[in-house]
């Protein structure tokens, strides 16, 4: 195996299947199937997911609703996420643990770094919940701190595309998709990979960035076996 801890950024719609919001529990399956097949070759796996398919901040506050306020709501929509995966990972037979960032202990444990990192070790799979615990920062932010505080080998974001392209290529038919591309050519051709705070805390610490398309069956594993699948963005 190329890596041997990966820190998985899934987004909330990716869990909504074919459906206008919520999620889709055929979908959930998939990627629990997909994390299994990672799992069984003993790569230690870390998992943060979006909240967007229930409640997003950002469209909150832009429909007058208080910044803040609709954050913490996206943050408490993640945890939503966390627990729907969890039960979908463990109906697999996967040992899990979700942590978050807000105190919540019915449900979880409070993200401590030395814990995850003890789960990790044990072979349990540690779901990130409550992005970073703060308002004004997005769940690609949180991926990129938990991978950095954890010490993963690489930050594997699963999207709807194949990987970083020169346009959009659902806009654009001539756009051609990168292999590899680094930090510097990523922020000079001001293509979209993650937000900007999330990008630079990957570029300042030197931590690989593989964006790629969660929903083709395989995929995961292929990547983690070293194979060129999706774009890789390093320095």
Do not use: W
């Not at 919001?21 to 870390?46: F, M, S, T």
Request: aromatic share 6%; net charge neutral; charged share 25%.
């Amino acid at each position: 195996m190329k890596y041997k801890r990966i820190l998985l950024k899934l987004s909330g719609e990716a869990l909504m299947g074919n459906r206008q919001y919520g999620i889709d529990p055929a979908r959930l399956d998939e990627y629990a199937v997909e994390i299994k097949k990672v799992h069984d070759q003993g790569v230690e796996i870390a998992i943060v997911i979006g909240g967007g398919n229930i409640f997003r901040g950002v469209a909150g506050a832009s429909a007058g609703m208080d910044r803040v306020q609709g954050d913490y709501m996206g943050m408490l929509a993640t945890v939503i996420n966390g627990m729907a995966l969890q039960g979908a990972l463990e109906g697999k037979g996967m040992k899990t643990r979700l942590q978050t960032a807000l105190k919540m202990e019915s449900i979880a444990e409070p993200y401590i770094k030395r814990r995850a990192d003890r789960h990790l070790e044990k072979g349990r799979i540690v779901i990130f919940g409550a992005g970073t615990g703060n308002p004004y920062f997005t769940t690609d932010t949180a991926a990129v701190l938990r991978g950095v505080e954890i010490n993963a080998d690489v930050i594997l974001k699963g999207t709807r595309v194949d990987g970083v392209y020169t346009a959009d290529p659902e806009k654009d038919a001539s756009a051609t998709k990168f292999n590899y591309i680094s930090f510097e050519d990523v922020l000079k051709k001001g293509l979209n990979v993650m937000d900007t705070t999330a990008f630079t805390l990957s570029q300042e610490n030197k931590l690989p960035i593989v964006i790629f398309d969660m929903n083709k069956e395989g995929n995961l594993l292929k990547i983690c076996e070293g194979k060129n699948v999706g774009t890789e963005v390093n320095i």
